[in-house]
């Protein structure tokens, strides 16, 4: 069946710098996207989401884009902390479906 | 605001064994899901209830059983326990909308099968 999935399992970033997670989706009927991060013993918890409508969304130090003709969203971290470090999954509407998620890790 | 509850945080059963895990949420929303976590796998559908007397089947729904008689509550049962059942399990709630709302997660119940 479609599914949504990720690029990369694995990320390491320097701190201050900008990280970019990548998620490939198959379900063309989607319409709305959501990133969340999970922290080690914790639930996932809602980053940003973004509507089929735009292309871009901004928030506090993250962004979305969307590109619907390769079925693909990005996250962009910008200025990666430490605290930062956690599972990012994308996930979409229709299917209710996560990826298997990307591990960050913020290098000191 | 409590948002979603899990309770227990942490189980270990037997084969064969039965438990109930719970899930409330505050929040007053009409849909309400279970997930399970596998490490490689992500978060799998098991059940999900779009309202009160209301539940169906996600992508993993054998050896589980869900009820929704109240709209804040949300119980999971597994009625004879498998190895193959050992994971983490979230349950999840979002808002009217739609599809088009973010799910609200607890923290989890870490479940090991003996």
């Known amino acids: 069946g479609e599914s949504v999935g990720l690029h990369l399992p694995t990320l390491s970033v320097q701190e201050g710098d900008n990280s970019i997670i990548n998620c490939a989706y198959s379900n063309s009927a989607s319409d709305y996207f959501i990133w969340y991060k999970q922290e080690s013993g914790k639930g996932p918890q809602f980053i940003i989401d973004i509507r089929s409508n735009m292309d871009k969304r901004q928030g506090q130090r993250v962004t979305v884009l969307l590109n619907k003709t390769v079925k693909h969203l990005s996250l962009q971290i910008a200025a990666t902390q430490p605290g930062d470090s956690a599972v990012y999954f994308c996930?979409?509407?229709?299917?209710?479906?996560f990826g298997a998620g990307t591990r960050l890790t913020v290098k000191p | 605001n409590a948002g979603v509850t899990q309770t227990p945080k942490f189980q270990v059963l037997k084969t064969g064994q039965s438990m109930t895990l719970q899930c409330a949420q505050d929040?007053?929303?009409?849909?309400m899901s279970w997930y399970r976590q596998d490490p490689g796998m992500g978060l799998r559908l098991i059940h999900y209830s779009v309202g009160a007397g209301i539940t169906d089947q996600g992508e993993v729904p054998n050896g589980y059983n869900v009820s929704r008689s109240t709209t804040e509550d949300f119980p999971l049962r597994l009625l004879s326990a498998a190895p193959s059942q050992t994971s983490v399990y979230f349950c999840a709630s979002r808002g009217p909308g739609g599809g088009n709302q973010p799910q609200h997660f607890g923290d989890g119940t870490r479940l090991s099968i003996l």
């Open positions: 996930a979409e509407n229709q299917d209710m479906r």
């Open positions: 929040m007053n929303h009409e849909y």
